[in-house]
Every structure is written in C-alpha cells, then in structure tokens.
C-alpha cells in the first residue's frame, strides 16, 4: 500500500509561480503543467483553485471561445 506524503508546497503557489515563470497561459496547459506536480488533483479542483485567486485579486481570467480561457497573473 503506497504512503501518500504531504506536499511541502500548497498548490496555489505552485500555480502562481508556473504563471510567474511561463506568463499568460491558456487554462488547458496550466492545467497540465500543475497535474504533472499534483497527480491527485482534479479539474474541479483546479477551477474551484482558479477561482478563490481570481476573487483574491491575484490572477485574471479571460475568455477566448467556447471553453477555452486565459489565465494571466496580475502584478
């Protein structure tokens, strides 16, 4: 049975510094690039994610077409 560990780094700080390095990105990749360190996380994980930064004033959400949105980090 695998031991599951804590994460010394909480995913929103993860998030922010993916965007800090890369820039802008569109929500699909930034996606990607944040499962690839959370393996457990979920897409209903991430957008509840996006949403608590949005409304904390930290990143920006736009929307591109139909379910595609930019995510860009606000200094």
Same mark, same amino acid.
Do not use: H, Q
């Given at each position: ?9 909480? $995913? ?5 510094? =993916? @965007? +800090?390095?890369? +820039? ?9 690039? @944040?499962?690839?360190? /959370? ?6 994980? /991430?957008?509840? @994610? ?8 930290? =990143?920006?959400?736009?929307?591109? $077409?139909? +379910? ?5 980090? =606000?200094?």
């Amino acid at each position: 049975m695998p031991i599951k560990t804590w994460k010394t780094r909480p $995913a929103y700080y993860v998030l922010l510094e =993916i @965007l +800090g390095k890369k +820039g802008d990105m569109r929500s699909s990749e930034l996606f990607k690039a @944040l499962s690839s360190e /959370f393996e457990d996380l979920g897409f209903k994980d /991430f957008n509840e @994610l996006l949403m608590n930064l949005e409304v904390s004033g930290k =990143i920006r959400n736009t929307s591109l $077409a139909r +379910g595609k949105r930019r995510v860009e980090l =606000i200094r």
